[in-house]
Nanobody
Framework: VQLQASGGGLVQAGGSLRLACAAS????????MRWYRQAPGKQREFVAT???????IYVDSVKGRFTISRDNAKNTVYLQMNSLKPEDTAVYYC?????????WGQGTQVTVSS
């Protein structure tokens, strides 16, 4: 299983970015996919998840601003991030799990300037 995250960058507060996580060796349509983030000096935290049934869950701090979705044909999961805040600055990782193994993408940096 490989997860390739992309789409990060530098954006001003209030701006938007869309992260993408292209999967290989697994299907995003049949697996729960998650986004996490890790800010400097902080622990990695859960951001959003989408289940095989399309059920989505978000951490409270991003509700109403972030949207997780997937494109089954492209085998890719997205994280649309709107109204970005400086506190959203972090490395964002996509993740999935197969039985007892958790897979992580390489991370993509998101920096939000004030």
């Amino acid at each position: 299983v490989q997860l390739q995250a992309s789409g990060g960058g530098l954006v001003q507060a209030g701006g938007s970015l869309r992260l993408a996580c292209a999967a290989s060796g697994t299907l995003v349509s049949t697996n729960t996919m998650r986004w996490y983030r890790q800010a400097p000096g902080k622990q990695r935290e859960f951001v959003a998840t989408i289940s095989s049934l399309g059920i989505t869950i978000y951490v409270d701090s991003v509700k109403g601003r972030f949207t997780i979705s997937r494109d089954n044909a492209k085998n890719t999961v997205y994280l649309q991030m709107n109204s970005l805040k400086p506190e959203d600055t972090a490395v964002y990782y996509c993740s999935t799990q197969n039985l007892d193994t958790i897979y992580w993408g390489q991370g993509t940096q998101v920096t939000v300037s004030s």
